[in-house]
């Protein structure tokens, strides 16, 4: 019954900006971080940011600061990607998933992610 759903992605020019979401069913994640990660064509999936139950952001790469932000809304079981300044560099699948407690170091140390939405940064 857990689900997790991104969605937001889409076609942005360099310099452009989006807002992904990602909507938590069927669970409560009062206790859990949320986190999202993203993979690029031919990489492995890496780490975007992260944010626990008590607001604490964890940004997993310097190319990210000052560029995204993450925030999440409880009571409706949600969290936000918010991307500007987008860079062809960002283009990848972004996924959510969740992690008791606090935020992790390793995308494998969540769980029930979603299907992804694609981001793709071209002009």
């Known amino acids: 019954q857990l689900r997790l759903v991104e969605s937001g992605g889409g076609l942005v020019q360099p310099g452009g900006s989006l807002r992904l979401s990602c909507v938590v069913s069927?669970?409560?994640?009062?206790?859990?971080?949320i986190g999202w990660f993203r993979q690029a064509p031919g990489k492995e999936r890496e780490g975007v940011l992260c944010?626990?139950?008590?607001?604490?952001?964890?940004i997993y790469a310097d190319s990210m600061k000052g560029r995204f932000t993450i925030s999440r809304a409880n009571t409706e079981e949600s969290a936000y990607l918010q991307m500007d300044s987008l860079t062809p560099e960002d283009t990848g699948v972004y996924y959510c998933?969740?992690?008791?407690?606090?935020?992790?170091?390793?995308?494998?140390?969540?769980?029930?992610w979603g299907q992804g939405t694609r981001v793709t940064v071209s002009s």
């Open positions: 998933g969740i992690t008791p407690l606090v935020c992790r170091d390793s995308w494998t140390l969540f769980h029930s």
């Open positions: 069927g669970f409560n994640t009062d206790d859990y971080a």
């Open positions: 944010i626990s139950p008590s607001g604490e952001v964890t």
